[in-house]
């Protein structure tokens, strides 16, 4: 049983792209968590998905973010027209409960 | 906005000796669980610890928890140069659907 996967793990955008981030949880798992950690801190909860619908959204910034979690398919932490404040590493977890995550490697933005 | 905040901020020491860290939090919660994160890399899930539990062990590592205080603490017995990576405290609060909250954490340093 692969663990989480997150692609890419290194990504490079230049200020006003899009960054898509991919994230595939554990087999067996319906709950998927995103959250974003800047360098030297902890992480800070984004969103938190089940297959098709967002449960609860509360740390996602207002503009820019967005997050899906398709029945088919990974899920997706879109990040429009980035700016230089979201540099950082974007981890993705899954859990098959609401208790235990499981987290991916994460994936690291830079925005130059 | 609730926060576990670990204590010390960053703790070294020579292999074979214990490492402790704590944990403070805000409000009340379902559980609290401690996690490992080598330096960019993701995170490994160490032990959970429920609300109505006060200790529990796993292989080197003691997690104690005191409802009454608001904390919880993390021993690592005989600690090995592998051991050295950010550890952190998340906690799960009561009635947020599982989402976590986490430290700022705390870097050891383990020396031969």
């Known amino acids: 049983n692969a663990g989480v996967m997150q692609n890419p793990r290194h990504l490079v955008r230049r200020r006003g792209q899009e960054a898509r981030l991919r994230c595939s949880p554990m087999?067996?798992?319906?709950?998927v968590y995103w959250y974003r950690q800047l360098p030297e801190e902890g992480l800070k909860f984004m969103v938190y998905l089940q297959k098709e619908n967002i449960i609860d959204e509360s740390g996602m910034p207002k503009e820019r973010f967005s997050a899906e979690f398709p029945k088919e398919g990974p899920s997706i932490l879109r990040i429009q027209q980035v700016v230089r404040g979201d540099s950082a590493a974007y981890f993705c977890?899954?859990?098959?409960?609401?208790?235990?995550?499981?987290f991916g490697q994460g994936t690291r933005l830079t925005v130059v | 906005s609730q926060q576990g905040e670990e204590d010390p901020q960053a703790l070294s020491i020579q292999e074979g000796e214990n490492a402790t860290m704590n944990c403070s939090y805000k409000?009340?919660?379902?559980?609290l669980q401690w996690y490992r994160q080598n330096s960019g890399r993701g995170l490994v899930h160490l032990i959970l610890i429920r609300s109505n539990e006060r200790e529990k062990h796993s292989g080197r590592l003691r997690v104690t928890l005191d409802t009454s205080k608001k904390s919880s603490s993390l021993l690592i017995t005989a600690s090995r140069a592998a051991d050295t990576a950010s550890y952190f405290c998340a906690t799960h609060l009561t009635g947020t659907a599982s989402k976590l909250t986490f430290g700022t954490g705390t870097r050891l340093q383990v020396t031969l």
């Open positions: 977890a899954s859990s098959p409960t609401v208790t235990e995550a499981f």
């Open positions: 087999k067996g798992h319906s709950h």
């Open positions: 409000t009340s919660i379902n559980n």
